[in-house]
C-alpha cells in the first residue's frame, strides 16, 4: 500500500534527484566514468551585454555539463535587436564553452515565435518537435557541434 502525496518538498526532491543519479550511474558506464571528473559539475555560463547608460541590453544564460553548453535563456533588447548583438552573445558562449570549459557541443530550446530561424542560421539543427507544447505553441531542440 503506498500513499500518495502532492506538496512540494525540496527535501524530498534532492533525496529524489540524490537517487535517481546513482541508479542511472549504476547502469550507465558512460554516466560512471564521469562520475568524479570536472565535467560532471553543473558549471553556469553567463553572458551579458550592458547599453552605454549601463542598463542591461541582453544576455545568455546557461550552463555546461558532461561536455555540453546548454542555453537556458538568450534576450536582446528589442532596441538592440538586429544589431548583432545575440550572435555576439551566442558566439562568446560558444567560445567560452569550446576553449575553457572544453564542450563539444550546445543544446538549447525555443519556440516558434522566437528564434529557430536565428539558430539555424548559426549552424544548428532541429533535433526534437513538440508540437503544441504549450497549447498554440510549437516548442523546438536544437544542437550544434562546437568545432
Known sequence: MFRLETEVDM???????SRLRETNTAASPVLR????????????????????AGGLAGGLVGHTWAGWLHVTYLW?????????????LLSEAERVART???C????????????PGFYRKRGYEVVGVIP???????????????D
Open 104 to 115: 563539444r557541443a550546445v543544446r538549447l530550446e525555443t519556440w516558434d515565435f522566437q528564434a
Open 132 to 146: 503544441d507544447y504549450p497549447p498554440g505553441i510549437t516548442e523546438y531542440t536544437l544542437t550544434k557541434a562546437l
Open 33 to 52: 566514468a564521469l562520475r568524479g571528473t570536472p565535467r560532471a559539475r553543473e558549471a553556469p555560463l553567463h553572458v551579458w551585454a550592458s547599453d552605454a
Open 76 to 88: 536582446v533588447d528589442s532596441r538592440h535587436r538586429g544589431a548583432g548583438l545575440g550572435s555576439r
Open 100 to 102: 575553457d570549459r572544453d
Open 11 to 17: 527535501a524530498r526532491r534532492e533525496l529524489l534527484r
